[in-house]
């Protein structure tokens, strides 16, 4: 069964380092989104992206963080000068159209800011 | 925001027995998307039910939905030790584009 791959999966930076997250969608979908899980607590949205363009963020994804699909099969989150409160895991998440179909995570990537 | 909320928050079993879980929403659906995670792990889907289904089926799993309560339930039957793990619903809601998360139901099941 295809699968949204993640990369790296365990990242551990220092504060104030900018990180980006990797991620390759499943090949025909067309929506593509990043979550957030900090440990023990919810799953929680970020941003959703579009024909090359966001189409929808949460109050957390603000300045600090940024998406890009630099290519036909990458979809990255840049997260700038990063915080002791990123530390989370981030799942990267893609779906054939934006509604009334499966939304597929990725196995997540663990980011640990210290 | 609005969410699904799972209940139990915690769910103890024996091996072979059937655990049963449930969904509340507040708002009006698309469809309802069901999760496993195992600890540390990603989300893996388990079953996609639309707002005009009233159930589905898939292998040890079933999954109901009453739109007119507004709930959803999930059970899995013959419950394996495999099956440990945190179950997680995800409302898609009318007129939104992501899934919403609850806190999620944690599942044990015993040898």
């Known amino acids: 069964e295809p699968e949204v791959t993640q990369t790296p999966s365990h990242q551990v930076t220092q504060m104030g380092q900018e990180v980006i997250l990797r991620c390759v969608p499943i090949s025909n979908h067309l929506y593509f989104y990043w979550y957030r899980q900090i440990l023990g607590q919810k799953v929680e949205f970020l941003v959703s992206?579009?024909?090359?363009?966001?189409?929808?963020k949460s109050e957390i994804f603000d300045d600090q963080f940024s998406v890009e699909r630099p290519d036909g099969s990458n979809f990255t989150l840049k997260i700038r000068s990063t915080k002791l409160e990123d530390s989370a895991m981030y799942f990267c998440a893609s779906s054939e159209i934006q509604s009334g179909n499966t939304i597929y995570f990725g196995e997540g990537s663990w980011l640990t800011v210290v | 925001s609005q969410q699904g909320e799972e209940d139990p928050q915690a769910l103890s079993i024996q091996e072979g027995e059937n655990a049963t879980m449930n969904c509340s929403y507040k708002?009006?659906?698309?469809?309802l998307q069901w999760y496993r995670q195992n600890s540390g792990r990603g989300l893996v889907h388990l079953i996609l039910i639309r707002s005009n289904e009233r159930e589905k089926h898939s292998g040890r799993l079933r999954v109901t939905l009453d739109t007119s309560k507004k709930s959803s339930s999930l059970l899995i039957t013959a419950s394996r030790a495999a099956d440990t793990a945190s179950y997680f619903c995800?409302?898609?809601?009318?007129?939104?584009?992501?899934?919403?998360f609850g806190a999620g139901t944690t599942v044990t099941v015993r040898a």
């Open positions: 995800a409302p898609l809601f009318t007129n939104d584009y992501k899934l919403s």
């Open positions: 992206f579009y024909n090359n363009e966001i189409s929808e």
């Open positions: 708002t009006s659906i698309n469809n």
